[in-house]
């Protein structure tokens, strides 16, 4: 069984920054793409980043290129995504997730997994 592990969600003023960790299973860190997304009410869940951990292939959406950045401890299993900059629209529930395949595209049918969800709020 899957599991996915996220914490680091907190509140910040705009500007600021917060660091989100994803702690997977050591399968399913090294067979999957591990994807960020994050949810505001009333919107769509949106895909923000997605990387490959054994090739450390990352891509991001351009809303949050540029401010994102991931990064991983192999020894934990774990992925980082570093979020600097951060605006009041980039407040939202954000959820760690994993694809098996195509989670470059960041789009959420292919994520397989996902986990509880860590809410980040970005104040003006």
């Known amino acids: 069984q899957v599991q996915l592990v996220e914490s680091g969600g907190g509140s910040v003023q705009a500007g600021g920054s917060l660091r989100l960790s994803c702690a997977a299973s050591?399968?399913?860190?090294?067979?999957?793409?591990i994807g960020w997304f994050r949810q505001a009410p009333g919107k769509e869940r949106e895909g923000v980043a997605a990387?490959?951990?054994?090739?450390?292939?990352?891509y991001y959406a351009d809303s949050v290129k540029g401010r994102f950045t991931f990064s991983q401890d192999n020894a934990k299993n774990t992925i980082y995504l570093q979020m600097s900059g951060l605006k009041p629209e980039d407040t939202a529930m954000y959820y760690c997730?994993?694809?098996?395949?195509?989670?470059?595209?960041?789009?959420?049918?292919?994520?397989?997994?996902w986990g509880q969800g860590t809410q980040v709020t970005v104040s003006s």
């Open positions: 997730a994993a694809s098996p395949e195509g989670g470059w595209k960041l789009v959420p049918t292919s994520f397989n997994a």
């Open positions: 050591a399968y399913t860190y090294n067979n999957n793409w």
């Open positions: 990387i490959w951990p054994r090739s450390r292939s990352a």
